[in-house]
Antibody, heavy 117, light 107 residues
Framework: QVQLVQSGAEVKKPGASLKVSCKAS????????IDWVRQAPGQGLEWMGW????????GYAQRFQGRVTMTRDTSTSTAYMELSSLTSEDAAVYYC??????????WGPGTLVTVSS | SYDLTQPPSVSVSPGQTATITCSGD??????SFWHQQKAGQSPVLVIY???KRPSGITERFSGSNSGNTATLTISGTQAMDEADYYC??????????FGGGTKLAVL
């Protein structure tokens, strides 16, 4: 069965960078994209971008361009999302999801990120 | 950018049919998807490509998409269906676009 296991909760200071991992199993990692979506407390879902598991090609939402980087390690079927220059507005639960041109079928459990000085 | 509009909340009595709408310009020309998110949990895909149900999703969930509106219908609504529901599409410019979400209350 498809599983996405994410790294644990993080507490970051303003201005710091964040790196969240998403380890996939139960399917061929290089056959699908990994999308990243975040959800601020009490708010809706916000898409951040996608990464092709095979080529590493990426596409980022405009509001995150220049601040987000999505990478992968195919040897461990793990995707990474790095977000820089954190502010309090980046406090959220960050989800990875197995994607394919917007078809987000399986979601990870989420990683809670707190940003506080 | 492409925008999707959902009602903030919908209420339904147990056993009745719940209808959640999602509006967007020429939405019917795109595939629509619906995700269910229960309190404190990750989202779960319940409808893909307008009207298909992933394996393991109850037949009580159905979807349609035409004109400017996509609709998620839950028949025989149960207390366990109480959740936030998000419609979603793919836009070639903006990427994945979510609606603002609808809180379904089963009263």
């Amino acid at each position: 069965q498809v599983q996405l296991v994410q790294s644990g909760a993080e507490v970051k200071k303003p201005g710091a960078s964040l790196k969240v991992s998403c380890k996939a199993s139960g399917y061929t990692f290089t056959s699908y994209n990994i999308d990243w979506v975040r959800q601020a407390p009490g708010q809706g879902l916000e898409w951040m971008g996608w990464m092709n598991g095979n080529t590493g090609n990426t596409g980022y939402a405009q509001r995150f361009q220049g601040r987000v980087t999505m990478t992968r390690d195919t040897s461990t079927s793990t995707a990474y999302m790095e977000l820089s220059s954190l502010t309090s507005e980046d406090a959220a639960v960050y989800y990875c999801a197995r994607g394919s041109s917007g078809y987000l079928h399986f979601w990870g459990p989420g990683t809670l990120v707190t940003v506080s000085s | 950018s492409y925008d999707l509009t959902q009602p903030p909340s919908v209420s339904v009595s147990p056993g009745q049919t719940a209808t959640i709408t999602c509006s967007g310009d020429q939405l019917g020309d795109r595939y629509s998807f619906w995700h269910q998110q229960k309190a404190g949990q990750s989202p779960v895909l319940v409808i893909y490509q307008n009207n298909k149900r992933p394996s393991g999703i109850t037949e009580r969930f159905s979807g349609s998409n035409s004109g400017n509106t996509a609709t998620l219908t839950i028949s025989g609504t149960q207390a366990m269906d109480e959740a936030d529901y998000y419609c979603q599409v793919w836009d070639d410019s903006a990427g994945v676009v979510f609606g603002g979400g609808t809180k379904l209350a089963v009263l």
